[in-house]
């Protein structure tokens, strides 16, 4: 080891001291709210699923205060308002099947939807089409890696409908002055900001109007959204006031309070900075139907919604300070004297704060360190090493105790709650996780050895949870050395990347939920991050070897024997789709798929089980496609290209 010993001592305490300031902590929670005056809503009883013994909510502004002073003492944070950055939630890779269009549309036959996860509830993206126009955003953020577009458009972040079909008809037909994700029901276009959501009248294309607009107070921040059935769901933030933590009041202009007794917290102590708050509204009048807040770490939180329930996760670490005695104790066993370790043993009986225990701990080894020589501090470093190397199970068993996803299930219908559980590990996205049969399969990734002694290695598990969100099986430590890139769930079946110098692709078995089991695993260069069922035989892999852009064809016909049966690599250093499952587009009818990039757009052929570049568009800084009967869109910042998908010839472009 290159370290000295008081060095790797000092790494134990920071590293872990900064996993606690910064890491994602435990248990959120939440309640329904109707949009009801502060004194009706106070009135309501509040039921709590037995699932969820472990959260309740506050009674008083006092209780309130009283757990942030704790959460204080505890973690040792900083004191005062925090208001908190805006994040993606949603940010990640994974595939998606298409849905049918919402509503038919003259002249038009067919024409695509955003890619979404679950088939049916429509997620938010800079471009939407209802056949016959195209809305797109052009927003802060939809700029690809060092591509700069200019000053120009820099100052004019707007949302612009375009005249689509027929192509040869495109053109311009208006501007709103407004800009973020967008959503599209029936004929409300629907921008979502940081801290705004505007609702447009489309119905004429020409001349769009205000419906409605919901603006978010100081400090309130809008993380991720979704439409279902008319329904919008809205995933916001709140920084937490020290002085006057609640009622909370997340709106301007609407009279929505949650009081302190709608705001639920984890019983043990937590870290929090923020109140998380959802809210359903209704697209068409922009009216508060239901809503449920829970305090939490704003970092690292996934959203995934089902057609049936909404599930919130987040990390949370362990506050208790025996894992870390645990853990000192099998990395220190026979090399460092029993009086020592049973000092800090001892610290467990102390009503001293976390942080202060840690500090305690350097101290008793640095008392015990200085009694050494220099030749034996070298031994002490090697035995360490070699302890770490020797008790890679135990050690992955502690880290397991120490960071797990603690998730909440709420209700779609009226934002109630349902369960409360919790699995060891992390999420790369929300694909991580899927609901079938009212089972919630989930995949996480975590560090064998977090206090960062010797070497660290990662590895992953799969759980499979019942309706009260209890694990009832499970595959562990498969992808040794290996963290997880890319997730689907398609069925029964789970299909999972891991990378680190070659990309293994695992096929799991899930057709009996309390006995999953790992059935194949193909190991390959470079990796896979973004996976789409092409069919129920062929999963489709879109991701990076030696810097550039790889699709691969995999054959699932045979779990136990996953194929890469094809290979394409792109001149690209980069793809949007390894950035946003949303930049995807498959149309099945004509057995193609699109894939952006910073030089172009490139459309693919699959049929014959085999990846044919078909077309490649000189496009800088291409964004998405989207098809209307058998025309092919291809969007940039600034520039559309319309390509017939029979003959791959250009049949018009529009600077807009």
């Avoid at 202009?253 to 102590?269: A, F, G």
Wanted: glycine share 6%; proline share 5%.
């Amino acid at each position: 080891m290159k370290n000295t010993i008081k060095e790797i001592i000092l790494l134990v305490i920071a590293t872990f001291a900064l996993l606690v300031v910064y890491g994602v902590f435990k248990n959120y929670s939440v309640i329904k709210e109707d949009e009801q005056s502060p004194k009706q809503k106070q009135n309501n009883e509040i039921s709590q699923p037995s699932e969820l013994k472990n959260i309740k909510t506050f009674e008083l502004e006092e209780d309130f205060k009283g757990y942030l002073n704790k959460v204080q003492e505890v973690a040792s944070l900083p004191s005062g308002s925090f208001l908190v950055s805006p994040k993606v939630l949603n940010k990640g890779v994974a595939a998606m099947e298409e849905g049918a269009p919402s509503y038919a549309v003259p002249s038009v036959s067919r024409y695509s939807e955003t890619n979404v996860q679950v088939v049916g509830i429509d997620e938010p993206d800079i471009v939407k089409t209802n056949g016959k126009e195209i809305f797109i955003s052009q927003k802060e953020g939809i700029i690809m890696p060092f591509i700069y577009p200019g000053p120009d458009f820099e100052k004019n972040f707007v949302t612009k409908t375009i005249k689509a079909f027929p192509p040869q008809d495109m053109k311009l037909t208006s501007k709103i002055d407004e800009n973020g994700d967008l959503l599209l029901h029936n004929n409300t276009l629907v921008i979502i900001g940081f801290d705004k959501i505007t609702a447009f009248d489309v119905s004429n294309p020409e001349k769009p109007s205000k419906s409605w607009e919901v603006k978010m107070k100081e400090g309130s921040i809008i993380q991720t959204d979704r439409l279902y059935e008319g329904s919008l769901y809205i995933v916001s933030t709140s920084g937490i006031d020290y002085k006057k933590p609640c009622p909370i009041e997340p709106f301007l202009e609407k009279d929505i309070v949650i009081p302190c007794n709608e705001i639920y917290h984890p019983i043990d102590i937590m870290p929090t900075d923020v109140t998380f708050n959802i809210f359903k509204i209704d697209t068409q009048t922009g009216k508060v139907e239901q809503s449920a807040s829970f305090v939490g770490d704003s970092a690292n939180t996934v959203v995934y919604m089902s057609k049936d329930n909404m599930y919130v996760t987040y990390l949370m670490q362990n506050y208790s300070f025996e894992p870390i005695v645990e853990f000192l104790e099998v990395v220190f066993e026979g090399i460092l004297p029993e009086k020592y370790i049973n000092k800090i043993k001892k610290l467990n009986e102390y009503d001293i704060s976390f942080s202060s225990k840690i500090g305690e701990v350097f101290i008793i080894i640095d008392e015990y360190t200085r009694t050494l020589s220099e030749d034996e501090r070298l031994k002490f470093e090697n035995d360490i090493e070699n302890k770490v190397k020797e008790n890679q199970d135990k050690l992955k068993d502690i880290s397991r105790k120490l960071f797990k996803t603690s998730i909440i299930k709420l209700s779609n219908k009226d934002l109630s709650l349902v369960a409360g559980g919790q699995v060891p590990g992390t999420l790369i996205s929300q694909f991580s996780m899927d609901e079938y049969k009212g089972k919630l399969r989930i995949a996480t990734s975590i560090r064998e050895n977090l206090l960062a002694i010797g070497s660290s290695e990662s590895f992953n598990d799969l759980y499979v949870l019942d309706e009260n969100l209890n694990i009832i099986g499970k595959v562990l430590d498969f992808g040794k050395r290996e963290r997880i890139y890319g997730v689907r769930f398609i069925e029964d079946k789970g299909y999972i990347v891991t990378f680190r110098e070659i990309d293994p692709f695992f096929v799991v078995d899930l057709s009996d939920p309390k006995n999953p089991q790992i059935k194949g695993e193909l190991k390959i260069p470079g990796y896979s991050s973004y996976l789409h069922p092409i069919t129920k035989d062929l999963i489709l892999g879109v991701g990076k070897e030696d810097n550039k852009v790889k699709v691969s064809l995999f054959d699932v016909s045979d779990p136990s024997d996953p194929k890469e049966i094809d290979r394409y690599y792109l001149e690209e250093f980069w793809s949007d789709i390894l950035n946003t499952h949303h930049a995807f587009l498959l149309d099945r009818d004509h057995k193609l798929f699109f894939l952006p990039g910073n030089k172009g757009g490139y459309i693919f052929s699959y049929e014959g089980d085999k990846i044919n570049l078909k077309k490649a568009i000189t496009q800088t800084n291409a964004l998405r496609a989207l098809y209307i009967n058998d025309y092919m869109y291809i969007i940039s910042i600034d520039k559309i290209v319309v390509i017939d998908e029979i003959t791959f010839e250009r049949v018009n472009e529009l600077n807009y």
